[in-house]
Nanobody, 121 residues
Framework: QVQLVESGGGLVQPGGSLRLSCAAS????????MAWVRQAPGKGPEWVSTINSGGGSTGYADSVKGRFTIARDNAKNTLYLQMNSLKPEDTALYYC??????????????WGQGTQVTVSS
């Protein structure tokens, strides 16, 4: 069974940094695009970033460009999100997600339980 477990969230001050991790199991991790999605209180899900299967191509929402970096270690079946220069607007529950088909950047059918990021002074 597909399992995605996020970790690394916490409370940080504006301007601080956090590194989120997503441990994947139950599928061939290296064959799938992966994404980070977040949901702030009272808002719908917002796409944050995507990385292709090999890790050589990435994409970011305009709101996080230049501050966040997505990466993956296929040998460890782990997805990462390095978050720098954090702002209060980044406060949200962060999820990693996997699409329903290998090498396909659409229909993200599997989500983890999420990890909470709170940016506040």
């Amino acid at each position: 069974q597909v399992q995605l477990v996020e970790s690394g969230g916490g409370l940080v001050q504006p301007g601080g940094s956090l590194r989120l991790s997503c441990a994947a199991s139950g599928f061939t991790f290296s064959s799938y695009y992966m994404a980070w999605v977040r949901q702030a209180p009272g808002k719908g899900p917002e796409w944050v970033s995507t990385i292709n299967s090999g890790g050589g191509s990435t994409g970011y929402a305009d709101s996080v460009k230049g501050r966040f970096t997505i990466a993956r270690d296929n040998a460890k079946n782990t997805l990462y999100l390095q978050m720098n220069s954090l702002k209060p607007e980044d406060t949200a529950l962060y999820y990693c997600a996997r699409p329903s088909r290998a090498n396909w950047d659409s229909q993200y059918a599997y989500w983890g339980q999420g990890t909470q990021v709170t940016v506040s002074s």
